[in-house]
């Protein structure tokens, strides 16, 4: 069993759609709670950062942890073609180490105008 | 423009021909990992270095060797490279915390 799922999609919504991602994992260690958005022929990019559980608000973005579920997501608001991209989560037990980061496989995110 | 650059883009080449993907970040970094990205395997980290001359091995090292000689380059040598290496790979550097960032990619097909 991999320490990280994520349902791969691909998700396909129309324009001002509510979008949920979500990732679930094994490994009760984990403290950081990371998504990143990754365009297509791009490298990724950090798009939201959260410590421990509760949920943190960046614009049309809200990340949620649930630690004690094993459960994080990600909603995106208003959705815009512009979001269209793959979203990736990511987790680390330390903050301050380069072996840091375990990521899902990513879910393929097409929003439609 | 702070940024982590990767050559080539893209490779094509053949077994066993050994071949060295450069990797370069301008933001004096202390880290810097290499990952391969796989369908439906997500982004999976090869080497990691925390400082110059300090290398360790990630989940998947097998087949891959890198040097860290320099603070700002992190090379990624295939001596012997295979078909199951054929794979996009991605460089990263960060400071410590949980962001980094990526570079561009090189596509990689070995034949």
């Known amino acids: 069993q991999k320490e990280v799922e994520q349902d791969p999609g691909p998700l396909s919504v129309p324009e001002g759609a509510i979008v949920s991602l979500n990732c679930t994992y094994s490994n009760s260690a984990f403290q950081y709670f990371m998504w990143y958005r990754q365009y297509s022929r791009k490298g990724p990019e950090l798009l939201m950062y959260?410590?421990?559980?509760g949920n943190k608000e960046d614009g049309r973005f809200t990340a949620q942890v649930d630690k004690s579920s094993k459960y994080i997501s990600l909603f995106i608001r208003d959705s815009q073609p512009s979001d269209s991209a793959t979203y990736l989560c990511?987790?680390?037990?330390?903050?301050?180490?380069?072996?840091?980061?375990?990521f899902g496989s990513g879910t393929q995110l097409t929003v439609l105008p | 423009e702070a940024q982590v650059t990767q050559n080539p883009r893209y490779l094509i080449t053949v077994t066993g021909k050994k071949l060295t993907v450069t990797c370069s970040q301008n933001m004096n970094h202390e880290y810097m990992s290499w990952y391969r990205q796989d369908p439906g395997l997500g982004l999976r980290q090869i080497y990691y270095?925390?400082?110059?001359?300090?290398?360790d091995k990630g989940d998947v090292p097998e087949g891959y060797k890198v040097s860290r000689k320099e603070k700002r380059n992190f090379p990624l040598i295939l001596e012997s490279p295979s078909p199951n290496q054929t794979s996009l790979y991605f460089c990263a550097s960060s400071r410590p915390g949980p962001e980094q960032y990526f570079g561009p990619g090189t596509r990689l097909t070995v034949t």
């Open positions: 990511a987790m680390s037990a330390r903050a301050g180490s380069a072996r840091q980061l375990t």
């Open positions: 959260t410590y421990s559980s």
């Open positions: 270095s925390m400082n110059v001359e300090v290398t």
